[in-house]
């Protein structure tokens, strides 16, 4: 079993491209989430899923965007990418709610130039 | 907005001996917290967990501590080893969110 990974896992990325970082869990988690890690502070929720099909908003969710068609899969898609987006991204799952423990993959370091 | 902090940013032990890494939370309503381990270059990594309803939980050679009083939270590791640097941080719930901690830099020293 897996868990949960990310591709890629490193990637420069020049400002204005998109970009679609990917994520997929095989423990048929109901909930998935991205989140951005930046130096000072912690992590912080850009977009989630309760169940496929369903999405909301996090805390930080301008310039992304997220979709969820089936039960395994939650890209993370930045439309135009700018360097204020340069971060680390983890994506993660839940068995339930954003209350239940939440497993996370490697991550994705993404830089914009 | 809520937060979940944590009390130092870099915590030095030498090996062997416990490690005290603190959190405080500032809901009242926070019913569930979960410390996580965070490797260099790796993604957050679940220790332990614990829920408003208890004061205590103990894992393997670690033990949390919940003191809703204060709104304090606290992860003890028993006879630190080296594979145990890492940034530590607590989670806590806000309503049906998680708000994580900055983190906690444990350094391990022979």
């Known amino acids: 079993i897996a868990g949960i990974t990310q591709a890629p896992t490193s990637q420069i990325l020049a400002a204005g491209r998109r970009m679609t970082l990917r994520c997929t869990q095989d423990m048929r988690h109901n909930a998935m989430y991205w989140y951005r890690q930046d130096l000072g502070l912690g992590l912080r929720l850009i977009h989630y899923?309760?169940?496929?099909?369903?999405?909301g908003k996090g805390e930080v969710p301008d310039g992304y965007s997220v979709s969820r068609a089936n039960t395994d899969d939650f890209p993370l898609t930045l439309a135009s990418a700018v360097p204020s987006q340069t971060s680390v991204y983890f994506c993660?799952?839940?068995?339930?709610?954003?209350?239940?423990?939440?497993?996370f993959g490697p991550g994705t370091r993404l830089t914009v130039l | 907005g809520e937060s979940v902090g944590l009390h130092l940013p870099t915590l030095s032990v030498q090996e062997g001996d416990n490690s005290i890494i603190n959190c405080a939370y500032s809901?009242?309503?926070?019913?569930?917290f979960i410390w996580y381990k965070q490797e260099s270059g790796k993604g957050p990594q679940f220790i332990i967990d614990i829920r408003s309803n208890m004061d205590k939980r103990q894992g393997q050679r670690v033990t949390v501590l919940l003191n809703k009083t204060v709104k304090h939270l606290s992860l003890q590791i028993a006879a630190t080893q080296p594979g145990d640097s890492a940034v530590y941080f607590c989670?806590?719930?806000?309503?049906?969110?998680?708000?994580f901690g900055t983190g906690t830099r444990l350094q391990v020293f022979p």
């Open positions: 989670a806590g719930t806000n309503t049906d969110k998680l708000i």
């Open positions: 809901n009242s309503a926070s019913d569930y």
């Open positions: 993660a799952s839940s068995d339930s709610g954003s209350t239940d423990t939440q497993y």
């Open positions: 899923s309760n169940t496929a099909g369903t999405t």
